[in-house]
Nanobody, 121 residues
Framework: VQLQASGGGLVQSGGSLRLSCAAS????????MGWFRQAPGKDRELVAA????????YYEVSVQGRFTISRDNGANTVDLQMNNLEVDDTAVYFC???????????????WGQGTLVTVSS
């Protein structure tokens, strides 16, 4: 397993969760990283992305100001802090590693296994 995602769970609307993606140093040092989500019946979409030098490069419009992506190269993790969660944030969240700075479903080479986030009203 190249990537290991964790941190999902059930939370009430307005609450917070922190997702973490553990990866090898080799992957983190050579790939752009992204968090994606897939809601039932919908396509997988990019939520946030970050470059190898810890600079966030993308936030999906609906999560701007609420989610923060970060990477800890010492701990070999990429985290997604999710605040003020909404019911529409309910989805399975995946981390992905991409060689391309335009992180997308198409460019991801390694996927984590997904972690379920459920936001109740």
């Amino acid at each position: 397993v190249q990537l290991q995602a964790s941190g999902g769970g059930l939370v009430q609307s307005g609450g917070s969760l922190r997702l973490s993606c553990a990866a090898s140093e080799r992957i983190l040092s050579t790939h752009y990283m992204g968090w994606f989500r897939q809601a039932p019946g919908k396509d997988r979409e990019l939520v946030a992305a970050i470059s190898w030098n810890r600079r966030p490069t993308y936030y999906e419009v609906s999560v701007q100001g609420r989610f923060t992506i970060s990477r800890d190269n010492g701990a070999n993790t990429v985290d997604l802090q999710m605040n003020n969660l909404e019911v529409d944030d309910t989805a399975v969240y995946f981390c992905g590693a991409s060689h391309d700075n335009m992180v997308s479903v198409r460019t991801v080479k390694y996927w984590g296994q997904g972690t379920l986030v459920t936001v109740s009203s």
